[in-house]
């Protein structure tokens, strides 16, 4: 049964759809969204609450964890379920805010829009595979300058990202390989980093350099949207995922040490040192150039959307420097996602044919991530440096909080925008 009604031929005038049919498409939207949920859940219930109101019925009730998904409607249930939650192809998020504008619009019947989420899955890569994995080289180098900030460390992170690159590519394509990859990719980078360090290449600590390479794996990005769904009440899903983020981590410290094993290399040795810098603070601008240009290449950003990406994590990197330089790196991070908050949703909800807001708060997340602080802080406890493990990971926690109440607070500023990957914010939706 249409969900427009025949009478009127008028957009949004809603006729109550079979509840079959229903049912089927919060199933299907249900999976979709939970296989693309790695930086959260929050929005979801709500979303597909609204979907079943825009088919006339109002009762429904959904329920949405870490990696399942209840939806009730008239007495009867649907669940859907997914296995690890991974980050969505960039370029697919559009077609998905499109999506819910039209069901929400009344113009699209349950069935349709079942065949709309077919199509948004099976639809091919933008970028061919040899240019995801030169996006993941250019993240790393990109990251680099942040996190070693010398010429050795620049190079250094384009050779050991070749390895890591192909770990995380390989794992959408091996079955269960996705469980592994971060541990994977860390051991055979941590091999290359440890013989560079131990026949004199270089002189920063192989701990250190490993973390650019590896960066792919690292889920600050997830730890951020976690305390922020932590913060907006959601503690189930939060703590569940946080739990997860912290295992990748501690994999990643595994696959550190089996490199060390391998290649002979002393644990103590690992120890995340930070050389000084080489750079300039501009250095950072043509870094976040090159890094905008990796993130779009390896999680398949459209290309229209990388020039407001890119001017989005430039004020986002501005921020960040001046709170920085004023009070500190924890009241830096704040400002920097604060920032990063309201411009992405702003834009993204200029125009309904823009992507959602998720799209443009990536690297900026990624760029202030806090997951680096934990890999070290991890690196350092397992290397014996247990003092400086503490102070690592303190910082994780203070910078944690400081990107959590950015958001929350811009959250509150842009009257609730939705973080789900469904991207319109609720007062935007059907506008």
Not at 98 to 120: C, M, N, V, Y
Not at 260 to 275: G, K
């Amino acid at each position: 049964m249409s969900s427009q009604s025949p009478s009127s031929g008028k957009p949004g005038t809603i006729e109550k759809a079979e509840l079959n049919e229903v049912l089927a498409l919060e199933e299907d939207l249900a999976g979709l969204l939970l296989d693309w949920s790695w930086e959260g859940t929050v929005g979801f219930e709500e979303r597909l609450e609204k979907v079943a109101a825009a088919y006339g019925y109002e009762d429904a009730t959904a329920v949405v964890d870490a990696q399942s998904a209840f939806v009730q409607i008239e007495g009867r249930q649907v669940i859907a379920k997914c296995g690890i939650p991974d980050i969505p192809p960039l370029a697919a998020l559009p077609k998905v805010k499109l999506l819910f504008r039209d069901i929400f619009g009344g113009t699209l019947t349950p069935s349709a829009a079942r065949e709309q989420i077919k199509t948004i899955r099976a639809a091919p890569a933008p970028y061919p595979f040899l240019l995801r994995l030169l996006g993941c080289v250019f993240l790393a180098i990109g990251f680099s300058v942040d996190v070693v900030g010398t010429w050795e460390g620049i190079i250094v992170a384009a050779l050991t990202a070749i390895p890591a690159g192909l770990c995380m590519l390989m794992a959408g394509r091996i079955e269960g390989f996705n469980r592994i990859a971060g541990l994977v990719g860390t051991a055979l980078s941590g091999i290359i980093a440890m013989l560079l360090w131990k026949f004199g290449y270089v002189t920063a600590a192989p701990g250190l350099l490993l973390i650019s390479a590896t960066f792919i794996f690292i889920p600050g990005d997830s730890i951020t949207l976690q305390a922020y769904e932590m913060a907006v009440g959601r503690w189930s899903p939060a703590v569940d995922r946080l739990f997860y983020s912290i295992m990748q981590l501690v994999l990643q410290v595994a696959g550190a040490i089996f490199a060390a094993i391998v290649t002979v290399t002393a644990f103590s040795e690992l120890f995340p040192e930070t050389p000084g810098s080489d750079f300039a603070w501009w250095a950072i601008y043509p870094a976040r150039v090159i890094f905008t240009l990796g993130n779009m290449w390896a999680f398949q950003m459209r290309v229209k959307d990388y020039v407001p990406a890119l001017i989005i994590v430039f004020i986002c990197s501005a921020a960040a420097q001046l709170g920085s330089a004023a009070y500190g790196e924890i009241v830096g991070s704040f400002a920097g996602m604060f920032v990063a908050t309201i411009l992405a949703v702003v834009y993204a909800e200029g125009a309904v044919e823009r992507s959602p807001a998720y799209v443009f708060l990536l690297t900026p997340v990624f760029a202030l991530s806090p997951g680096s602080h934990g890999l070290r802080g991890f690196e350092c406890w397992f290397t014996d440096h247990s003092v400086t493990g503490i102070q690592n990971l303190s910082t994780l926690v203070g910078v944690l909080l400081a990107m959590a109440i950015g958001l929350l607070l811009a959250a509150f500023c842009t009257r609730g925008f939705n973080l789900a990957v469904s991207g319109p914010g609720s007062n935007s939706v059907t506008s």
